[in-house]
């Protein structure tokens, strides 16, 4: 069993619509939960973090996470063309000394 | 400082050479990582450092990958008889780790991508 799992996608959302992404993670411990953007051959970005079960809003962007479930998402309203990337999905412990471990991704592709 | 950085930007190398890259990372994190990338993959963990303490290196990795951040500051990671499969983008995160602080986030480097000929 992997880490931390998504589904690879491409998951295809029309524009103006909601995308959801999910991950789930195999360590009960882990404290904190991130979510990266990566466009085609750059590197990946930062958009949103949690550490709190329940819901999290950025902008268009919502993390949601159950830890109980062991499972994290994010929701795009409102999808742009631009939302178009991969999204990564990152766990970290609770010590200090964890490291942070990634997903393998979900290929999101927003349609005009 | 305006974020990780990461030289060379492109390496191509024959097999059998040896590399070395090098990270910097934001001047005030004393956590920095290593991860490779391959297509339709995402960021494998390589290694870290707290400071200059590396705390971990994937069991996964070669004899062939060594790395240091001797100073606490940047960090190089060399590889040693580089083979095809070594072929991938290398990149650099660094974040900020300390009792009490949740801002644990990670920032990445724009990664240096090494081609094995």
């Known amino acids: 069993q992997k880490e931390v799992e998504q589904n690879s996608g491409p998951l295809s959302v029309p524009e103006g619509a909601i995308a959801s992404l999910n991950c789930t993670y195999s360590?009960?411990?882990?404290?904190?939960f991130f979510w990266y953007r990566q466009y085609s051959g750059k590197s990946p970005e930062l958009i949103m973090f949690?550490?709190?079960?329940g819901d999290k809003e950025d902008g268009r962007f919502t993390a949601q996470l159950n830890k109980a479930s062991q499972y994290v998402s994010l929701l795009i309203r409102d999808s742009q063309p631009s939302d178009s990337a991969t999204y990564l999905c990152?766990?970290?412990?609770?010590?200090?000394?964890?490291?942070?471990?990634f997903g393998s991704g979900t290929r999101l592709s927003i349609r005009p | 400082d305006t974020g990780v950085s990461q030289n060379p930007r492109h390496k191509i190398t024959k097999r059998g050479q040896n590399v070395t890259f090098r990270c910097d990372p934001i001047s005030e994190h004393n956590r920095l990582y290593w991860y490779r990338q391959t297509l339709g993959q995402g960021p494998e963990f390589l290694t870290y450092?707290?400071?200059?303490?590396?705390?971990?290196k994937s069991r996964l990795l070669s004899d062939r990958f060594s790395a240091e951040r001797p100073k606490g500051s940047f960090s190089t990671l060399e590889i040693q008889r580089t083979e095809q499969g070594d072929s991938a983008m290398y990149l650099c995160?660094?974040?900020?780790?300390?009792?009490?602080?949740?801002?644990?986030?990670?920032?990445f480097g724009q990664g240096t991508r090494l081609t094995v000929v």
């Open positions: 995160a660094s974040s900020l780790e300390g009792w009490g602080t949740m801002n644990t986030e990670a920032f």
């Open positions: 990152a766990v970290k412990g609770y010590s200090s000394a964890s490291k942070i471990i």
């Open positions: 360590d009960r411990g882990s404290q904190s």
């Open positions: 949690i550490y709190s079960n």
């Open positions: 450092f707290q400071n200059e303490a590396q705390l971990e």
